[in-house]
Nanobody
Framework: QVQLVESGGDLVQPGGSLRLSCAAS????????MAWYRQAPGKQRELVAA???????NYADSVKGRFTISRDNAKNTVYLQMNSLKPEDTAVYFC???????????WGQGTQVTVSS
C-alpha cells in the first residue's frame, strides 16, 4: 500500500521558517509529479507548490518568493521550505503524488502548520 508521510509541521512565529518533508513508500517515486496542498479551517484545499517528475516547479501566487519545493528521488522525499511565514499560511499541509497517465493519485495524512505570535 502506498504511503505518503508528512512531517515538519509546527507552531512558528510570523517571519519564521519551517521545512516540511513528505516521505513516500511503496511507490516508484521518481516518475510521479509531487505537490503540496494546504487547507485552512473553513476553506477549500488549495495548491501551494508542485514539482514534476522532471523537476519543473510552480507555485501559488501567495507563496512565490517565500516557499521552495524540492525533491530527492534517492530518498523518495519531497520538501517544502517555507520562509517569511505569515499568519495566513496557517493550515494543514498535505502531500500529493500524481501520475496522470496511469490515473494514480495519492494523499498523505497532513501536517499542521500554525503561524502565530
Amino acid at each position: 500500500q502506498v504511503q505518503l508521510v508528512e512531517s515538519g509541521g509546527d507552531l512558528v512565529q510570523p517571519g519564521g521558517s519551517l521545512r516540511l518533508s513528505c516521505a513516500a513508500s511503496r511507490i516508484m517515486f521518481s516518475i510521479y509529479d509531487m505537490a503540496w496542498y494546504r487547507q485552512a479551517p473553513g476553506k477549500q484545499r488549495e495548491l501551494v507548490a508542485a514539482i514534476t517528475a522532471r523537476g519543473s516547479t510552480n507555485y501559488a501566487d501567495s507563496v512565490k518568493g517565500r516557499f521552495t519545493i524540492s525533491r530527492d528521488n534517492a530518498k523518495n522525499t519531497v520538501y517544502l521550505q517555507m520562509n517569511s511565514l505569515k499568519p495566513e499560511d496557517t493550515a494543514v499541509y498535505f502531500c500529493n503524488a500524481d501520475h496522470r497517465l496511469r490515473a494514480l493519485n495519492y494523499w498523505g495524512q497532513g501536517t499542521q502548520v500554525t503561524v502565530s505570535s
